[in-house]
């Protein structure tokens, strides 16, 4: 099975500032099958990021994401009050999907 | 908009089978994989398994020897039994559309998920 470990665990920032969040897996991933997804206390995940870079309907530009093999990052180029939230991300492969533990970024 | 709309009993004492349904409203159920997944109190994201219109199933190996995950297209509905339930088993339960396909390269992602139940599990 393969782990992703996102990091920092937690992530303290202002409104307007820029957030990079990790994710790295113990091997290597299909870029194809790796998503990031954001959650709100009390809401389902949404889905922000597939195929590693690819934003999903609806979500700003402000998002983005890179990486490949085992290394993908996040980006919120400056964060939106909306934004403050957990961030997981998760990747398939062997039939079988695994998620990060996840990413609370909150407000500094 | 496809929407997923899911229900079962909320309160289960230890030994018991869990027992979930997500149906889906406003799109189409073939062409997808249909997934369940849960989050304990506080904690992260676990997949539980998948199936697609045609019953085929794929199970989170931690998981697989207690779960079934069942298919009823002619109500566009898919179910999860999860037998043997402790208390480790509580959690919010979610079910989501699995969307995969080629665009010049595979892709694969949970693009509409449901609202989620919460199942306890307590004597």
């Known amino acids: 099975e393969i782990v992703l470990t996102q990091s920092p665990g937690t992530l303290s920032l202002s409104p307007g500032e820029r957030a990079t969040l990790s994710c790295r897996a113990s091997q290597s991933v299909s870029s194809s099958y790796l998503a990031w997804y954001q959650q709100k206390p009390g809401q389902a995940p949404r889905l922000l990021i597939y195929g590693a870079s690819s934003r999903a309907t609806g979500i700003p530009d402000r998002f983005s994401g890179s990486g490949s093999g085992t290394d993908f990052t996040l980006t919120i180029s400056r964060l939106e009050p909306e934004d403050f939230a957990v961030y997981y991300c998760q990747q398939y492969g062997s039939s079988s999907w695994t998620f990060g533990q996840g990413t609370k970024v909150e407000i500094k | ?123």
């Open chain 2, 1 to 123: 908009q496809v929407q997923l709309q899911q229900w079962g009993a909320g309160l289960l004492k230890p030994s018991e089978t869990l027992s979930l349904t997500c149906a889906v409203y406003g799109g189409s159920f073939s062409g997808y994989y249909w997934s369940w997944i849960r989050q304990p109190p506080g904690k992260g994201l676990e997949w539980i398994g998948e199936i697609n219109h045609s019953g085929s199933t794929n199970y989170n190996p931690s998981l697989k020897s207690r779960v079934t995950i069942s298919v009823d297209t002619s109500k566009n509905q898919f179910s999860l039994k999860l037998s043997s339930v402790t208390a480790a088993d509580t959690a919010v339960y979610y079910c989501a559309r699995g969307n995969y396909g080629w665009l010049g390269y595979y892709y694969y992602y949970m693009d509409v998920w449901g609202k989620g139940t919460t199942v306890t599990v307590s004597s």
